[in-house]
């Protein structure tokens, strides 16, 4: 399949909001987790996470909007036009049948809904807002990029839990690898910091429960891991033809050149233990890029931190790369900020751009001591590597696999 280039990134997320912002904090290897204060969660079992608190400041969204959105939507529509001003696109000068809109997310925009449900039991159909019934849902931050640019060309919206915006990205490849549009905003966003979410979040089974120490919570691989924690954010790309971004002199940040996917299909919840239809996605994204096991220089961790999940991602690397696996660099930089569940996959990916363009992998950090040895884990602190092929893994609930492959030009 035709390959497809890079060419603006737009970021929000606890650890900074813009590219430059984002990669200066992730170079730090620094902690971005911390207790929730937005309302009061203290009764909850999980009640730490990464959150964004000067989205404002980078906002420019009327006033008048905001009542009318929930948090993700607003952190896409930020998103957006970041990628856009990066990409150097004047979003007037496209043909707006020709745009597209490739966006994921797991669970929605809560807090408008719960605000309105709320007003509804205290008082009534009257209290609710009208703007409730397009608010909500997966497909609003859809809605709203395309209603505030005018762009009208065919659009999807990804929910496949923690790997809906790894999913967007492989559909908005695929179609523009068949010339249906011109330029496609892909990616995801997710904001699960408020009472309900964090609810359903703390349902899961998989949170980290190590309240008392936020930075110290999310580590991945590690003995001492004891689940992921949540964070807020969005991250989008604009995603164009080489031959259109070569035209318009464009900066191409990389390409996206395989992507695959599979299903255990064992667990509604739960992955399988052997992680083989992992391996497999692996096999197809590799295949699809083109690329030997041997070329890639850097693999980007789905990192649950909690064991299942964990060694069976090891077991599929090691199916999949052999002996070699130890002289790849790998790491989970989302243990700095949060997972951000459907928008875990594309702020994955944005790192893996930014690794390739600095010669620079960030660290997983509270990694010290590897339940699972002999790999070559950056850890605590940022390693200097040449990357030209990066690897990609997102996962989700049910043994839901997504990877990509992303390379220089």
């Excluded at 429960?209 to 580590?219: D, G, T």
């Excluded at 191409?252 to 996917?261: A, C, E, V």
């Excluded at 605590?380 to 492959?405: A, H, P």
Aim: with cysteine; net charge neutral; hydrophobic share 40%.
């Amino acid at each position: 399949m035709e390959k497809i280039a890079i060419t603006g990134i737009g970021v929000v997320s606890p650890s900074g909001i813009g590219k430059r912002q984002f990669w200066a904090n992730l170079k730090s290897g620094r902690s971005f987790i911390k207790e929730i204060t937005r309302f009061d969660a203290s009764l909850y079992p999980s009640h730490i996470a990464g959150q964004i608190d000067d989205l404002e400041k980078y906002s420019h969204i009327s006033e008048r909007l905001l009542k009318k959105i929930d948090a993700f939507s607003h952190m896409a529509l930020v998103s957006s036009e970041l990628a856009l001003q990066d990409a150097g696109i004047d979003i007037k000068n496209e043909d707006p049948s020709l745009v597209g809109i490739f966006l994921g997310n797991a669970i929605g925009g809560w807090l408008y809904a719960e605000t309105e449900l709320r007003d509804l039991y205290l008082e009534g159909r009257e209290g609710v807002s009208p703007y409730m019934a397009s608010a909500w849902f997966p497909a609003a931050p859809q809605g709203q990029v395309s209603i505030y640019y005018g762009i009208k060309g065919f659009s999807k919206t990804i929910v496949s839990d923690r790997a809906s915006s790894s999913m967007a990205l492989g559909y908005a490849r695929k179609v523009l690898a068949k010339n249906k549009l011109n330029m496609i905003l892909a990616g995801g966003m997710e904001a699960p910091v408020t009472p309900y979410a964090l609810l359903c979040c703390n349902t899961y089974g998989a949170l980290s429960n190590n309240n008392a120490n936020p930075a110290a919570a999310y580590r991945p691989f590690d003995q001492g891991r004891s689940g992921f924690v949540i964070g807020e954010g969005a991250g989008i790309v604009v995603m164009e033809n080489i031959e259109r971004a070569k035209k318009r002199g464009a900066n191409i940040l990389g390409i996206i050149s395989g992507y695959g996917t599979s299903c255990d299909g064992v667990d509604r919840i739960n992955c399988a233990s052997d992680g083989k239809e992992l391996a497999r996605a692996i096999k197809i994204a590799l295949a699809d890029a083109k690329a030997n096991p041997e070329e890639i220089d850097y693999i980007s961790l789905d990192g649950l931190a909690v064991e299942l999940w964990d060694d069976s991602e090891i077991k599929a690397l090691k199916s999949v790369f052999g002996d070699n696996l130890k002289n790849i660099p790998l790491s989970c930089p989302k243990s700095m900020f949060g997972n951000l569940l459907g928008a875990s996959g594309v702020l994955d990916m944005i790192i893996a751009l930014l690794t390739m363009e600095h010669g620079l992998v960030t660290p997983t950090i509270n990694l010290e001591k590897p339940a699972l040895n002999n790999l070559n884990y950056v850890a605590r602190e940022s390693k200097e590597y040449k990357v030209n092929k990066s690897l990609i893994i997102s996962r989700g609930r049910g043994g839901i696999n997504s990877v990509l492959v992303v390379e220089k030009l």
